[in-house]
């Protein structure tokens, strides 16, 4: 059974920085392509970065130059290092996984595997 547990989520002032971790477990986590998306009280869940099994990296284009999406297989967790943060940022930050050969990138409809969220609050 694929679980997925975000850590690492907290309330940060603009300019901050935030490090949230994923562990995954209950797969063979090398083989999976993973992600990190958000949802903001009143809007759609959004994706914010992804990478693939061989660690191809993609970002929307409101984080692109401050986040980065990472991986260390051997302790099966994902993570997103959150620098320069806005208060535009604040949202529930989930991870999601999936497989297949066709990685799903920033679309959050080609995920069957979430996480239960961690809350980011940036103020001004």
């Known amino acids: 059974q694929v679980q997925l547990v975000e850590s690492g989520g907290g309330s940060v002032q603009a300019g901050g920085s935030l490090r949230l971790s994923c562990a995954a477990s209950g797969y063979t986590y090398s083989s999976y392509y993973m992600g990190w998306f958000r949802q903001a009280p009143g809007k759609e869940r959004e994706g914010v970065a992804s990478i693939d099994s061989i660690g191809t990296t993609s970002y929307a284009d409101s984080v692109k130059g401050r986040f980065t999406i990472s991986k260390d297989n051997a302790k099966n967790t994902l993570y997103l290092q959150m620098n320069s943060l806005k208060p535009e940022d604040t949202a529930v930050y989930y991870c999601?996984?999936?497989?297949?050969?066709?990685?799903?990138?920033?679309?959050?409809?080609?995920?069957?595997?979430w996480g239960q969220g961690t809350q980011v609050t940036v103020s001004s």
């Open positions: 999601a996984a999936d497989w297949g050969l066709f990685p799903a990138g920033l679309v959050a409809g080609g995920y069957n595997y």
